[in-house]
T-cell receptor, first 114, second 115 residues
């Protein structure tokens, strides 16, 4: 199976620290899409970002940034100057061009301590 | 501008009873997905709808699980003769179209507890 691996099960940081969440994916597709979702304690998954396989340009949105490296099949997510409100479980997922189905990673629980 | 809604938010049922979980997708979204999330685990795909048809039911864990969608809108996930291992959060998501390029928007989930 083409997996999405989030090797970090849980990370704890102190507020204002930077933190990077790792995501490594497997795919045989030439066209594919990568996603990050945030699941706060309330439970509802929130869409954060989508990247397609043809666009390796890194993206920054406020304190969030994403580093897409096809050479290492990674799509890592960095939060700069973390805040307590960033505490959540973060899921990486991959979608394929010819399929409706997402493959989700198992998630990384981020705890930001005040 | 409503998002995906699900009801009930919590359901406690006795083993052996049937339950129905409801999902209202975002208006205009043709694709609808059901996932199961056990405590502390990732998302397990159950079934997806394109319009009112379900091309892939392969994720349904057993024949006790079924789902339908009507009017390209509301979907119902039914679990018959519930078992304790069915206890989980059931998440619904919708997207504009089916296809791996479209982001899915999730509802708040239904937490099912089978006693």
């Amino acid at each position: 199976a083409q997996k999405v691996t989030q090797a970090q099960t849980e990370i704890s940081v102190v507020e204002k620290e930077d933190v990077t969440l790792d995501c490594v994916y497997e795919t045989r597709d030439t066209t594919y899409y990568l996603f990050w979702y945030k699941q706060p304690p309330s439970g509802e998954l929130v869409f954060l970002i989508r990247r397609n396989s043809f666009d390796e340009q890194n993206e920054i949105s406020g304190r969030y940034s994403w580093n897409f490296q096809k050479s290492t099949s990674s799509f890592n997510f960095t939060i700069t100057a973390s805040q307590v409100v960033d505490s959540a479980v973060y899921f990486c997922a991959r979608g394929g061009a010819g399929t409706y189905k997402y493959i989700f990673g198992t998630g990384t629980r981020l705890k930001v301590l005040a | 501008g409503a998002g995906v809604s699900q009801s009930p938010s919590n359901k406690v049922t006795e083993k052996g009873k049937d339950v129905e979980l409801r999902c209202d997708p975002i208006s205009g979204h043709t694709a609808l997905y059901w996932y199961r999330q056990r405590l502390g685990q990732g998302l397990e795909f159950l079934i997806y709808f394109q319009g009112n048809s379900a091309p892939d039911k392969s994720g349904l864990p057993s024949d006790r699980f079924s789902a339908e969608r009507t009017g390209e809108s509301v979907s119902t996930l039914t679990i018959q003769r519930t078992q304790q291992e069915d206890s989980a959060v059931y998440l619904c998501a919708s997207s504009l179209e089916s296809g791996g390029s479209y982001e899915q928007y999730f509802g708040p989930g239904t937490r099912l507890t089978v006693t």
